[in-house]
T-cell receptor, first 115, second 112 residues
Framework: DTGVSQDPRHKITKRGQNVTFRCDPI?????LYWYRQTLGQGPEFLTY????????KSRLLSDRFSAERPKGSFSTLEIQRTEQGDSAMYLC?????????????FGSGTRLTVV | AQSVTQLGSHVSVSEGALVLLRCNYS??????LFWYVQYPNQGLQLLLK??????LVKGINGFEAEFKKSETSFHLTKPSAHMSDAAEYFC??????????FGAGTILRVKS
């Protein structure tokens, strides 16, 4: 069990550029979540997958955001035409099943800075 | 919708003193509640969770929390603070059986 891995750890991009983040969950976990955390706030839910199916998307996930989880393994989160307001920490988490008894394991996050 | 409120965005204690971080929840159904800790530029680490078993939940690093339905509270405590406890702490509740809803966080400062 190597935990949840996120890549890159840091990303600086110019406004208007596209960026893509990757998350590798714990291998036996079938659920994968994306959260966004801005300075001074708690993480906010963006979307989650069960296996390869994207089951829920937050209203925070505008049309510029897209997430995929091909083959139910790793996931990518893409932001198109980045804006300064997209600057945040993007956290990925995974879990096994629906029961909260299984818990959620978080990665170390990708910090995005849009300049 | 479920929500959590963390009272106090910053808490400062002396090393060796009691740590008390407050969390109140709003839920129309029996809640599942969590406390997470976040160190600078790190992800979230689970401290403990309440899943409708014992109301007093013990977690890692000497932390514990008590679920009080009558007060809709799930406060986090530690008898004796250590310098390494300095971090940001988040209370969270599960919504819709799927996703975590977090409070705004409490930054704990430990003075030597």
């Amino acid at each position: 069990d190597t935990g949840v891995s996120q890549d890159p750890r840091h990303k600086i991009t110019k406004r208007g550029q596209n960026v893509t983040f990757r998350c590798d969950p714990i291998s036996e976990h079938n659920r994968l979540y994306w959260y966004r955390q801005t300075l001074g706030q708690g993480p906010e839910f963006l979307t989650y997958f069960q296996n390869e199916a994207q089951l829920e998307k937050s209203r925070l996930l505008s049309d510029r955001f897209s997430a995929e989880r091909p083959k139910g393994s790793f996931s990518t989160l893409e932001i198109q035409r980045t804006e300064q307001g997209d600057s945040a920490m993007y956290l990925c988490a995974s879990s096994y099943g629906q029961s909260p008894n299984y818990g959620y394991t978080f990665g170390s996050g990708t910090r995005l800075t849009v300049v | 919708a479920q929500s959590v409120t963390q009272l106090g965005s910053h808490v400062s204690v002396s090393e060796g003193a009691l740590v008390l971080l407050r969390c109140n929840y709003s839920s129309s159904v029996p809640p599942y509640l969590f406390w997470y800790v976040q160190y600078p530029n790190q992800g979230l680490q689970l401290l403990l969770k309440y899943t409708s078993a014992a109301t007093l939940v013990k977690g890692i690093n000497g932390f514990e929390a008590e679920f009080k339905k009558s007060e809709t509270s799930f406060h986090l405590t530690k008898p004796s603070a250590h310098m390494s406890d300095a971090a940001e702490y988040f209370c969270a509740v599960i919504e819709g059986g799927n996703k975590l809803v977090f409070g705004a966080g409490t930054i704990l400062r430990v003075k030597s």
